[in-house]
Nanobody
């Protein structure tokens, strides 16, 4: 059974940095797409970055240049880690941050695809001005 777990949230001042970690386990093969998402208070969930199973990334406009991901795959393909480095944080980056995984034998999920198969519970990021 696939499981997703995030960690690393916290509170920082505007202009600071945070690194979030995601561990995806229980994978059955290498064909999983991953993504980081966030949901600000009173707003809809939005995607930060999409990662296809070959490792290609697509960032949302608000994330490009400030956020970056790094992915690591276990030798037997049963685990993936996906870290999200966030720099130059702004108060509007405050929200719950989610990691998600999706079986994608076709190779990719477009940015903004929210029907991922497996979701973590989220980790809270608070940016103060």
């Amino acid at each position: 059974q696939e499981q997703v777990e995030e960690s690393g949230g916290g509170s920082v001042q505007a202009g600071g940095s945070l690194r979030l970690s995601c561990l995806v386990s229980g994978l059955t093969d290498s064909r999983y797409c991953l993504g980081w998402f966030r949901q600000a208070p009173g707003k809809e969930r939005e995607q930060i970055v999409a990662v296809d199973y070959d490792g290609e990334t697509t960032y949302a406009d608000f994330a490009r240049g400030r956020f970056s991901v790094s992915r690591d795959v276990s030798g037997d393909n049963t685990k993936n880690s996906l870290d999200l480095q966030m720099n130059s944080l702004k108060p509007e980056d405050t929200g719950l941050y989610y990691c998600a995984a999706d079986r994608c034998p076709g190779g990719m999920r477009p940015l903004g695809y929210l029907l991922m198969d497996f979701w973590g519970k989220g980790t809270l990021v608070t940016i103060s001005s």
